[in-house]
């Protein structure tokens, strides 16, 4: 098989652009959803189940640091049969939620579809007309002739060996292969991310599903139930007595 040789000028007329106008993209991207970002309502409702289950699990972890009357006097307040807490709201029904409906989220939605998907098509377009057709580098291994439809988008050639990359497979990777560099200067939670993109798009059916927060506060409620209060100071003086001599010598 002939080895090919690139021309010099691919680099800077092809590889390079290609990385920068990816990256300057993503950035706008990422600066146009903060903009457009709308401020999210509090469910209070959510928040106070939240709260509550928060305070729960942490009377359970940490009950034994604080006396048995208080600790008598908070779980009584979660589990009574009668008032608890925890058993009136294991019994509330959930409101069922109908995301499609609410103007809220269609607005969240198509603001995400159009930060996300319009510069995504408009670049892809552009890149497909000005750098189709150009061979822009190599990986520097071997690779079987299945992954030429994905590394040689653009340029059809059967001999060709599978191991070149066209300027639109490059594109491509650099939209998934830049999300390193995006986190270490956009953050974590940045919206030049696609792989983020494409989870959240994959989770909206699970998200618009509506949470059964009974049987969470079920579980916690019995949880609470079986656990009995050990005085963690219970013998405090002695211990505290006992190291006298350590800190005497230190």
Same mark, same amino acid.
């Given at each position: 098989?002939?080895?090919? #040789? *690139?021309?010099?000028?691919?680099?800077?007329? %092809?590889?390079?652009?290609?990385?920068?106008?990816?990256?300057?993209?993503?950035? /706008?991207?990422?600066?146009?959803?903060?903009?457009?970002? $709308?401020?999210?309502?509090?469910? =209070?409702?959510?928040?106070?189940?939240?709260?509550?289950?928060?305070?729960?699990?942490? #009377?359970?972890?940490? +009950? &034994?640091?604080?006396? =048995?009357?208080?600790?008598?006097?908070?779980?009584?307040?979660?589990?009574?049969?009668?008032? $608890?807490?925890?058993?009136?709201?294991?019994?509330?029904?959930?409101? !069922?939620?109908?995301?499609?409906?609410?103007?809220?989220?269609?607005?969240?939605? /198509? &603001?995400?579809?159009?930060?996300?998907?319009?510069?995504?098509?408009?670049?892809?377009?552009?890149?497909?007309?000005?750098?189709? +057709?150009? /061979?822009?580098?190599? %990986?520097?291994?071997?690779?079987?002739?299945?992954? &030429?439809?994905? /590394?040689?988008?653009?340029?059809?050639?059967?001999?060709?060996?599978?191991?070149?990359?066209?300027?639109?497979?490059?594109?491509?990777?650099?939209?998934? +292969? @830049?999300?390193?560099?995006?986190?270490?200067? #956009?953050?974590?939670?940045?919206?030049?991310?696609?792989?983020?993109?494409?989870?959240?798009?994959?989770? !909206?059916?699970?998200?618009?599903?509506? @949470?059964?927060?009974?049987?969470?506060?079920?579980?916690?409620?019995?949880?609470? *139930?079986? %656990?009995?209060?050990?005085?963690?100071? &219970?013998?405090?003086?002695?211990? %505290?007595?006992?190291?006298?001599?350590?800190?005497?010598?230190?």
């Amino acid at each position: 098989m002939v080895e090919l #040789l *690139l021309d010099s000028a691919i680099r800077f007329w %092809v590889f390079m652009p290609i990385v920068v106008i990816t990256f300057f993209v993503g950035m /706008l991207r990422h600066y146009i959803s903060i903009i457009t970002a $709308g401020d999210k309502p509090v469910d =209070k409702q959510q928040l106070a189940d939240s709260q509550a289950l928060i305070r729960t699990r942490i #009377l359970r972890e940490n +009950g &034994k640091y604080i006396p =048995k009357e208080g600790f008598v006097m908070r779980k009584h307040f979660f589990v009574n049969e009668e008032n $608890g807490y925890l058993t009136k709201q294991q019994g509330r029904q959930q409101p !069922m939620r109908n995301p499609i409906t609410d103007p809220t989220m269609m607005t969240e939605m /198509l &603001k995400n579809n159009i930060s996300n998907m319009v510069p995504m098509i408009v670049i892809g377009g552009v890149i497909n007309w000005a750098f189709s +057709g150009f /061979l822009c580098t190599k %990986v520097p291994f071997p690779l079987t002739y299945r992954f &030429k439809p994905m /590394l040689q988008r653009g340029v059809e050639l059967a001999t060709l060996d599978a191991s070149w990359l066209s300027s639109v497979s490059w594109y491509a990777i650099n939209i998934f +292969g @830049q999300r390193g560099v995006n986190n270490l200067l #956009l953050g974590e939670n940045n919206a030049a991310d696609q792989t983020k993109m494409m989870q959240d798009q994959m989770n !909206m059916a699970a998200v618009s599903m509506p @949470q059964d927060s009974s049987k969470a506060f079920k579980a916690e409620r019995e949880g609470l *139930l079986v %656990v009995d209060h050990q005085w963690a100071f &219970k013998n405090i003086e002695n211990d %505290v007595i006992s190291q006298r001599p350590y800190f005497r010598s230190r």
